[in-house]
């Protein structure tokens, strides 16, 4: 379903501790996003990545790291220094520029 | 800067009556412009993009260079078209990088 998987579903956090995302592909897609969605404020972009071994910043980076050791997988750290990392976060890929996106189904993240 | 703008965080129609949502974008070049829609419990997914000029699910949407508004309509809305639309823009002026606006809620009541 999708090609996209985004695990877990549901994250919980304590304030001060770092969490991975995970976000794997078996679309064979080039290009691999991350999105955090807020109410009212819409997709904001993260990280993005075009090639292995390559990423780039988005609009919203701070408090986040990613790498990108495989095609397949984009995972998303979200650190202590973000300070409102309370959201829900998209993983998204495409073929390569200007294509069709296709998205994971979220983690939704709580810091508790 | 590259930007994405949705004026409207909620429109609200009837069954039946034209609906457009409105997206206004700024982009130094020729963008690529699509618009993506999240129904209820469901992946974001591309509803249409300007490139193809095609109507899917009666919604169409023209691309205006010149008012730099890329609007999506239907002459008649659907109680199934209730959901989250997202306008998006990608160019190669920005490598790749795929920018969305705010989103509008479309409610389209019986």
């Known amino acids: 379903d999708g090609g996209i998987t985004q695990s877990p579903k549901y994250l919980f956090r304590k304030e001060g501790q770092n969490v991975t995302l995970s976000c794997e592909q078996n679309l064979n897609h080039d290009a691999m996003y991350w999105y955090r969605q807020d109410p009212g404020q819409g997709l904001r972009l993260i990280y993005y990545s075009q090639i292995v071994n390559d990423f780039q910043k988005g609009d919203i980076a701070e408090g986040y790291s990613v790498s990108r050791e495989k095609k397949e997988s984009f995972p998303l750290t979200v650190t202590s220094a973000q300070k409102n990392p309370t959201a829900f976060y998209l993983c998204a890929t495409t073929q390569g520029m200007n294509t069709e996106a296709f998205f994971g189904q979220g983690t939704r993240l709580t810091v508790v | 800067a590259q930007r994405v703008t949705q004026p409207e965080k909620l429109l609200s129609v009837f069954k039946g009556a034209p609906v457009e949502l409105k997206c206004n974008y700024s982009?130094?070049?020729?963008?690529?412009l699509f618009w993506y829609v999240q129904y209820s419990r469901q992946r974001l997914q591309l509803l249409l993009r300007h490139i193809s000029r095609e109507s899917i699910k009666g919604f169409t949407a023209d691309l205006n260079k010149g008012e730099t508004s890329f609007h999506l309509k239907k002459p008649f809305a659907q109680e199934e078209d209730s959901a989250m639309y997202y306008c998006?823009?990608?160019?190669?002026?920005?490598?790749?990088?795929?920018?969305f606006g705010q989103g509008t809620e479309l409610s389209v009541k019986p």
């Open positions: 998006a823009l990608s160019g190669r002026n920005q490598g790749g990088k795929l920018i």
């Open positions: 982009y130094s070049g020729s963008p690529e």
